[in-house]
């Protein structure tokens, strides 16, 4: 599938997490932030755990609790059956492993992993990727799903300052990422477009996907450069991220961003 466009399904906060109301509730605003998504002709929805800040770190040391992990594989599951939209799944902060697991167990299209390669300070502390430890864990599942890694990840910074060129290379090469995701400095902000470029320089036809900002206003610049996109922000009612999908603004993104362009 050429160029895909999918929703973020933000969940509110999952069991025991602040602000945690019930299951129901949950399960009641994904299905209907994923309905409007599917009626508006999207090709599938990314799933995450936003409302569960603050985050897990989601590595070896700091995992993502095993609740959390049962309650985004019943909700990727929900939407699968209840609008029949392929599922991606990002376990914030940086659960890989729960991701995946995930993906087993519901036939999740994609996971995305927001730190897979290096090491980012974050508003969790020191994040560090576990590229191999995922390699090991996806090839012992036997999945055969796109993995997608950030790359200048969003709310963080490497822990050294390193060459642009060549840190989107070494993902590239030595990660095992299938496709790597540029997104703004923070959520619902667009890619710096003199950073696309240069990153697609550097890794010529390796997919790039757009991980946040993509909206009417600059699709047109960014639509035809990227090999796929995740929006969220750009789809919510007055563009507010906490509020619910809104039907018309994802409907026109949709008509701003053509399906099978390449």
Known sequence: MPGPLLGVVHLPPLPGRP???????VLDRAL?????F????FDGVVVENFGDAPFHKGT????VPPHTVAALAVVASRIQGDCGLAVGVNCLRNDGMAALGIAAATGAAWVRVNVLAGAYVTDQGLVEGEAARLAAYRQQLGLRIGL?????VKHATPLQPFDTVSGARDLRERSGADAMVLSGARTGEPVDVALFDTVRAAVGAFPIWLGSGLSTANAPVLWGRCDGAIVGTACKRDGRIDAPVDGDRARALRAACPPGRR
């Open 19 to 25: 602000g945690h109301r019930s299951m129901a509730h």
């Open 32 to 36: 209907a932030d994923a309905r409007q």
């Open 38 to 41: 599917a009626a508006s002709g």
């Open 60 to 63: 070896a040391g700091d995992p």
């Open 148 to 152: 997608l890694a950030d790359f200048l």
